[in-house]
């Protein structure tokens, strides 16, 4: 049995939206094979999956402690306690980590091991995969950029019909709505469209909204009837300024839902870090094109390929 698979099992079915900008966290400890405790990171601000993993249980001596982060430390405007301090405290005999926090560097871990206690690091794919932008708003203080964009074979963003992705394409979008801290869009996009912009899977809360632009928006628009969500509003056009201001409000990732002008304004300024296209095999001839300039994707690696029912997925990420 793998327990940091189980561990990374359980933070998965937390919302990123409510820990966020904190990563998804799981921690299980295991005695003589079984699992005695368990517990997730549920909230910003609220206990680390270590605390509610160990609360219950009174003598944890004998235990192995499988974690899917590296425990955290104490550092400026933390709001909880360090959970490597705790650990020390309640000396486990081993303690199983399956990724690294990139805010420590495993600096947390070598603390652990002279205390005397023994740490085994096991990288696992799925304790990887738990927080893909981490790293990014760690180290830079901005959220990771996607631009997402739906276009026919020809590259046009407009059509004959409302949609130009099928519906399978469409549930894949809102599994994105589902990860992302916010949706990026434009009041041009909300002035033509009238979108609603939210998140409908069951279970899932909905991003927060970031507006870009200087026209008003009617209050009968639809992003406005879309309840527990943050709309942030910029006048500004300078996307650098509107991805700073988002990171100090703690957004650690931003997809795109707007037309071409600001999709090409940001890979042109090198702010994308990744790019999802869902092409349907249609050949339009008219309408809006995916940018409004040729396109340069040196930089940008294609890492995945696949059908959706008919749609073309294609998804590239920059390298760095």
Known sequence: MNFLDLAADLATKIDPHIVAPNPRVGCIVVKDGKIIGQGVHEKFGGEHAEVNAIKDLENINYCEIYITLEPCDIFPHKKTPSCTDLLIQKTPKKIIVGS?????????LEKIKKAGIEVEMQLNEKCNSLNPFLEKFVNTGLPYVTVKLAQSLDGKITGPSRYISNEFSRKKVHEMRAQYSAILTTTETILQDDPSLDCRLDGSSNPDLIVVGEREIPKKSKIFSIPNRNIHFFKTHNLEEVLEECGKKGIDSIMTECGATVCTDLLQKNLIDEIQLFIAPEIFGKGKNSFTKEV????????????????????FTRQR
Do not use: E
């Open 296 to 315: 340069d994707l040196t930089g940008f690696k294609l890492v995945d390929t696949k059908d959706i029912g008919g749609d073309v997925f294609v998804k």
């Open 100 to 108: 690294l926090d990139p805010k420590f560097g495993g600096r947390n």
